[in-house]
């Protein structure tokens, strides 16, 4: 086995400018799944049949599906109807859709978390029905759930390099044009899944110790 | 579309249907060994279990198949049949998160149990085989379900390194067809059904298992969310890796 240092030293400023755009897509990829999430989780409460079915059935279909296609999809179907996203932009939007309905899970055990005493309350104040949730439950079920949310980020920081395949050059995108220009792969691959670990396990011991302030 | 674009989607089903089954016996066996490892009572077992699954969950599944493919045969000389790397990379990964549904269940089962061995002098190892494992099992089923799912999304990314798996047919009928909404709403469907298929026949095997120790199985998969969403440790192990 062969190392080159000079080789990982040729790739910093490429792993670097990868780098930013990993970040960058996580960082919309999980303000999209956040908030979708909270929209899905919300839209389950719905008072009829007819808003849940399709929304439970819609969101159950993108889970059990693999993002890469779901990617693919976005990629190659929208031109053909012709919307035009940048290729970070898709990847961003599949990313946020499909964790979408993951967080939509963790919302909906937040909500479910909250005392039903808060709701008796909130109704013996006489609270509209949106003053309930802005001022009681939401405050309340969103400090139960960001542990979990957090989980979720980290999961999508592990499913970005996905978006090498639609042509971002993320991480791996950068890591793997390196290695064919140079037929060096080794060194780039190492240094990006270092990268990885270093992002994403201070990054889980930081979510524990969050865990335990906020849940107990 | 025509038969022999038809005929091309049937063979990446049969490839991502082999992938599931040869990554998920990888992934069970790297799962126990390595979940019996982190209740080891040896720090050093303990430490290099957990280092294991770190450092494969620390990482995305797509990068340790690339590593596979790339670094392998250039490191040690040897190169894999694509599906064998794929089964390697995906049972290696998805074993790491399997690793922690074993260890979480094995340290749930009620301790009274662990010391009913220890007063019947059985060894460590009879301990485990007839006491830890037939009651943390059937506790098992429910996680090693979505982690089956997560694994059958997971084989999807072999077709970037050109495997005909169901997403790369998918891709190539794509090119043939030049019509992308119908293909891959068909792609996504069939890959629906099949984690549809999976959850049902785990949800039997469940029920087989929990039966033989006189429990009921859990029964709304709400209620089964809502519990591991709300009492999820962290290390993403709950998240999905798709």
């Known amino acids: 086995m062969t190392w080159d240092w000079s080789a990982v030293g040729d790739f910093m400023p490429l792993f670097r400018d990868g780098l930013l755009v990993t970040l960058k897509a996580l960082a919309l990829g999980s303000l999209i799944s956040f908030a979708l999430g909270l929209v899905w989780a919300l839209l389950m409460r719905a008072p009829t049949r007819w808003v849940r079915w399709p929304v439970g059935a819609v969101t159950e279909f993108v889970r059990n599906t693999p993002l890469l296609v779901q990617l693919f999809f976005l990629f190659y179907v929208l031109p053909e109807w012709n919307i035009t996203f940048s290729a970070l932009t898709t990847g ?125 | 579309m025509t ?34 490892a982190r209740t080891s009572r040896r720090w050093i077992v303990r430490f290099l279990a957990g280092l294991y699954t770190e450092v494969f969950r620390g990482t995305s599944a ?78 098992m089923i429910p996680s ?23 997403a790369f047919s998918g891709n190539l009928v794509r090119l043939a067809l030049q019509e992308s909404a119908e293909i891959y709403a068909y792609i996504l469907l069939i890959y629906f059904v099949i984690a549809f298929v999976i959850t049902r026949l785990m949800r039997v095997l469940e029920r087989r298992l929990k039966a033989g120790l006189g429990r009921a199985p859990e029964r709304p998969a709400a209620a089964r969310e809502t519990r591991r969403a709300s009492a999820s440790g962290v290390g993403a192990a709950s998240g999905g890796t798709s």
């Open chain 1, 92 to 216: 961003v939007v599949a990313i946020g859709l499909h964790y979408s309905t993951y967080t939509m899970q963790v919302y909906r055990a937040g909500i479910e978390g909250v005392p039903a005493g808060q709701w008796e309350a909130a109704t013996a104040l006489n609270l509209p029905l949106r003053r309930t949730w802005t001022a009681v439950i939401l405050p309340q079920a969103i400090r139960r759930v960001v542990p979990a949310l957090g989980n979720y980020v980290i999961s999508m920081l592990k499913d970005t390099p996905m978006l090498m395949a639609i042509t971002v050059l993320e991480m791996l995108g950068e890591a793997r044009l390196y290695s064919q220009e140079h037929f060096q792969f080794t060194e780039p691959l190492t240094v990006i899944g270092v990268a990885f670990i270093l992002i994403s396990y201070p990054a889980s011991l930081l979510l524990r110790a969050l865990e335990r302030r906020l849940v107990r």
């Open chain 2, 3 to 36: 038969p022999g674009l038809w005929e091309l989607v049937l063979k990446g089903i049969w490839v991502t249907l082999q992938l599931l089954f040869l990554g998920s016996l990888v992934a069970g066996a790297v799962s126990f060994v390595v979940g019996v």
């Open chain 2, 62 to 139: 797509l990068i340790m198949i690339f590593w596979v493919y790339f670094v392998l045969p250039l490191a040690f000389g040897w190169q894999l049949v694509p599906l064998w790397a794929g089964t390697l990379a995906l049972g290696l990964t998805y074993g790491a998160y399997g690793s922690e549904i074993v260890r979480g269940a094995l340290n749930a089962v009620d301790p009274a149990q662990r010391e009913g061995g220890i007063a019947l002098s059985f060894t460590p190892w009879q301990r485990m085989r007839l006491i830890l494992l037939p009651q943390a099992v059937p506790e």
């Open chain 2, 144 to 166: 090693f379900c979505n982690l089956l799912v997560e694994l059958l999304k997971g084989t999807a990314l072999v077709s970037i390194m050109g495997m005909g798996d169901l």
